[in-house]
């Protein structure tokens, strides 16, 4: 089976080019793809490293937002400078952690970004929260409940802290057995390493069968 | 005129690819492109951010090398992961800034990057600057001597400053106007906004004379 992983933080912007574009282009190659939420500001500042790709960075923060703005439009996608940055994606991530083992995580990703890049209600926010679980026909008192439980918490930790064992600094990142790309730049790659290391072990198993 | 300016820095790693790759992919496009040398480290240094990239983040160091070593694959150039990492390259900027005022820039610079990615002859090398020098036919002790003057020093400084004022913070970096292209994943994006950018002024003075 094509298979990879997809490690995100809901904060980072780039993400939204590749939560937009992931679906079409995994499909078109048949490759499966699971969703890992990850708190990635937190996994950086426990190895004491700079806790986000801008902070300290004027000049590079400012380049950011004039290129995944050039990037949306590259791609065909809708775009709105969000007010909010960078928004608190705790709970964010602890419902889209849920949704993962429950299996909407995906619709429910992309819903929480359409509204921050399309109409500027901040990932993070309660309006942000509510508006994409009602949307999917959840119950967000519910939702909100089942995602602070203690279990589901620490479901996140464990996805951190694999992605920091895996040499995940960044998001969005794809994996594929050990192999990693990073940046929605790589998607492409990414999907394309999928393949190949698949028809591999196709013909390992051929040969071994032979 | 379709132009563009082509920043870098010699310590670089991903600046290879495009050393490499800008010459075809610009001519195709009837680009003209101005090499212009400067010192990142520094530059990052005296606005007091994180000197390099990769300072303090060895899993993204780490991931570099790979990334590197595929994209490399993928545009089908020779590569060979160098032993000196990061190099000083504080005389072969001051060569490479004497070399874009007298025209032979992108000849030296192509052949320094060459002998530390395929040969692994270090970049800031006397070894490096040397065989550099003597294969395009320079004098190497003139050079040297030249590119030590007060004057070229003072070049060199001149270009970082420009640098820093048009909100570089890496390298390569591509400008058209006050439009920044940053890395070797948007050269094509780059000459294409170079092409674009002279279609525009052409249709302007057509409207103008018209």
Redesign the interface.
């Known amino acids: 089976m094509k298979r990879m992983t997809f490690w995100f933080e809901y904060a980072s912007t780039y993400t939204y080019l590749t939560v937009s574009r992931i679906d079409a282009l995994a499909q078109a190659q048949g490759v499966v793809v699971d969703w890992r939420p990850f708190l990635l500001g937190a996994m950086l500042k426990d190895r ?3 806790e986000g790709p801008f902070t ?2 004027p ?2 923060l ?2 950011m937002w ?2 995944l703005e ?1 990037r949306a439009a ?1 791609h065909g996608l809708p775009y709105r400078k969000p007010s909010v940055y960078p928004p608190n994606t705790l709970l964010t991530a602890r419902i889209g952690t849920l949704a993962a083992m429950q299996g909407w995580c995906e619709d429910f990703t992309r819903e929480v970004f359409r509204l921050h890049w399309t109409e500027d209600v901040a990932i993070g926010s309660d309006d942000n929260l509510r508006r994409a679980l009602t949307s999917l026909g959840r119950d967000a008192e519910e939702v909100m409940r089942a995602a602070q439980t203690e279990g589901n918490k620490q479901l996140l930790r464990a996805a951190t802290d694999a992605a ?1 064992a895996l ?4 998001s969005p990142t794809f994996t594929i057995g050990e192999e ?3 940046g929605d ?2 998607l492409e ?1 990414a999907i394309a390493f999928a393949v190949a290391a698949d028809a591999a072990r196709s013909a390992a198993r051929s040969q071994a069968a032979a």
């Open positions: 004491g490293m700079v300290g960075q000049s590079k400012r380049y004039r290129d050039r590259h920091e040499g995940i600094f960044g990693l790309f990073w730049d790589r790659d």
